[in-house]
C-alpha cells in the first residue's frame, strides 16, 4: 500500500471518528444527588453523559452540607437529577444558589409515597422509594425522559439503554422476591438504626422496626436504647443490622445487650465505592437481600 494510500485511509478513518455522534460532541453533565441516582443515569445514559453525584458513595444526604464546588458542578450541568420526597432538604437553596440554567428531573415523579415513619427527620413522605424495585423503574423512565429531553439526538441510545436496565430491574425483582420468600414469615422482622426500609417491607413483606427517636441525625438517649432491648426481646426480632450511612456502635450495643443476632452491613442511602459489595444499585439489592438471608434463614 502507497504511503499516499495509507494517508488517505488514516485522513478518511479520522473524520469518520470526529462525524460519529459518540465522539463529536462532548458528554452530557448530568449532576445527581446521591451515589444511587448517579448510577441508575449512568445506566440509562450511557457514553453519551458524564455523571457526577453531589453526595459520595457512603455519604449521608440527610446531614449533607453543600460545597462551593457543588455550586460550580450544578451551574456548569446540563441536566440535574434529584431524588424529591424532601430527601434532600438543601437542593432547592443550592440549585438558586448555583444560578444553574440546567431542568431538573425529580427521579422519584409518579410513586405512590408512603408516609414517613415519626422516627425520621424527614419531611411527611418517606423518601427512600428507591428500596422498592417497581419504584426504580418509575426513576429510571423519568431519567430516560429527561435525557431525552436534554439530549434528544440520543433518543435512540437513551430509549435502547433504558429497556435492557428494566429487564435487568424485571430480573432482579423476580430474585429478591424469591430470596425473602425463603425466609420464615415470622422471622421477617429486623431493627434497622434508621428507618429507610418502608418500601422493601411494604413490597416484599418485610417488617423493619427503626428504634424509636433514632435517625442519622440524633443519638439515641440511654432511655431509647433500653426501649429497644425490651422490644426486641419482647417481640422476639430475630436480628439487628447496621447502615453504611450510620453510626454502627448503637446497634452493636443493642444486639449485645439484647441477645439479638448482628446482622451485617446494609446499604440504604447510598452505594458503596465502585468496585465493593455494593458499588450499583443491583449489587447493593443483592447485597441487603444476601444480609438478610444470612441472618434470617435458619
Ligand atoms: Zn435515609
Known sequence: MSRRLQFI????????????????????????????????????????????SLVAPDGDAHVYAPTPADAKQLSDAQLVLVNGLGFEGWIARLIKASSTKAPTVTASTGVKPLKAADAHGHGESDPHAWQS??????????????LIKADPAGRATYEANATAYLAKLDALETEVKEAIAKIPA???????????????????????????GVSTESEASAKDVAKIITQIKK?????????????????????????????????????????QQAGTYLDMMRSNVREFSTALVM
Not at 443515569?41 to 458524564?50: K, P, Q, T
Not at 424495585?133 to 429527561?146: C, E, L, M, Q, S
Not at 415470622?186 to 424509636?212: K, L, N, Q, S, V
Open 9 to 52: 485511509l488514516a485522513a478518511g478513518l479520522a473524520s469518520l471518528l470526529i462525524a460519529s455522534p459518540a465522539t463529536a460532541q462532548s458528554p452530557v453533565k448530568v449532576v445527581a444527588t446521591f451515589s444511587i441516582l448517579a448510577d441508575l443515569a449512568r445506566n440509562v445514559g450511557g457514553d453519551r453523559i458524564a455523571v457526577t
Open 235 to 275: 417481640q422476639k426480632i430475630p436480628a439487628v443490622f447496621l447502615e453504611n450511612v450510620s453510626d454502627p456502635r448503637l446497634m452493636q450495643q443493642i444486639a449485645k445487650e439484647s441477645g439479638a443476632r448482628i446482622g451485617g452491613k446494609l446499604y440504604s442511602d447510598a452505594l458503596s465505592a465502585p468496585g
Open 186 to 212: 415470622e422471622r421477617r422482622r429486623i431493627i434497622t438504626t434508621h428507618d429507610a426500609f418502608g418500601y422493601f417491607g411494604a413490597t416484599y413483606g418485610m417488617t423493619f422496626i427503626a428504634p424509636a
Open 133 to 146: 424495585i417497581a419504584n426504580t423503574k418509575t426513576y429510571v423512565g423519568n431519567i430516560r425522559d429527561g
